[in-house]
């Protein structure tokens, strides 16, 4: 069974930096886009990043200009580069790998950033 593993979350103070990796356990076909969303507490499942396949990116106007999202292709990896973090980032981090087929979600990692 395929998982997704992410990485990288943490406990950080306000304008800091973390890197959130995503890789998956074994081997899927078709990956066309890959995709970080995040969800804080009471609240619903929102998008950060994707990027697809020819590494056209699109991101929430939250993130734009401090967020970075990439992916190595080879590895099938997808990496979401976090700076000038703010308390309102703090949610878990999911990764999602779509494919033609069907949708891949990571476990979440949590992300918390302290005032």
């Known amino acids: 069974q395929v998982q997704l593993v992410e990485s990288g979350g943490g406990l950080v103070q306000a304008g800091g930096s973390l890197r959130l990796s995503c890789a998956r356990s074994?081997?899927?076909?078709?990956?066309?886009?890959m995709g970080w969303y995040r969800q804080a507490p009471g609240k619903q499942v929102d998008l950060v990043a994707v990027?697809?396949?020819?590494?056209?990116?699109n991101y929430a106007d939250s993130v734009k200009g401090r967020f970075t999202i990439s992916r190595d292709n080879a590895k099938k990896t997808v990496y979401l580069q976090m700076n000038s973090l703010k308390p309102e980032d703090t949610a878990v981090y999911y990764c999602?790998?779509?494919?033609?087929?069907?949708?891949?979600w990571g476990q979440g990692t949590q992300v918390t950033v302290s005032s």
């Open positions: 990027i697809t396949s020819v590494g056209t990116t």
């Open positions: 074994a081997a899927i076909a078709s990956i066309n886009t």
């Open positions: 999602k790998f779509s494919t033609d087929w069907r949708d891949y």
